[in-house]
């Protein structure tokens, strides 16, 4: 449990820290920010396997490539979903998860050492 909270807590950094510094991305408020980082946890612990096998010939084809879409688009879901945070267009939610990929990796890997 105390992973989850301390993983979550940097989800949330991650997110802020990427709505910060790109213009295409928008956070309302706290609830939004923690409401999002919820149903981004979902949405990539259930929809994104699913898309990840039904798309496995494109993502070969493009040597992995294909699965910088499909963050962006678990992004862009998870934007449609939730009231207050909002993602312009698929390549900002492209570059945004990207971008929130590393820094909380970074963060992760902060905390530990």
């Known amino acids: 449990m105390k992973y ?3 993983r979550m807590l940097f989800t949330s950094i991650a997110v ?5 510094l ?6 309302r ?18 929809i994104r396997p699913l898309m990840i096998f ?3 010939p494109i993502t ?3 040597f992995g490539l294909f699965l910088f879409v499909i963050n962006g688009a678990i992004l862009y879901l998870t934007s449609l979903l939730v ?8 390549f900002i939610a492209m570059v945004a998860s990207i971008l929130i990929s590393i820094f909380s990796s970074l963060i992760n890997w902060l905390a530990r050492g």
């Open 22 to 27: 790109l213009p295409g991305i928008q956070i």
């Open 16 to 20: 802020l820290f990427v709505a910060w």
């Open 29 to 46: 408020n706290g609830l939004a920010l923690f409401l999002a980082v919820i149903i981004l946890g979902l949405l990539n612990a259930v």
């Open 4 to 6: 989850f909270l301390a």
């Open 54 to 56: 039904l798309t496995l």
């Open 60 to 62: 070969v084809l493009t």
């Open 83 to 90: 009231k207050g945070f909002e993602v312009q267009n698929l």
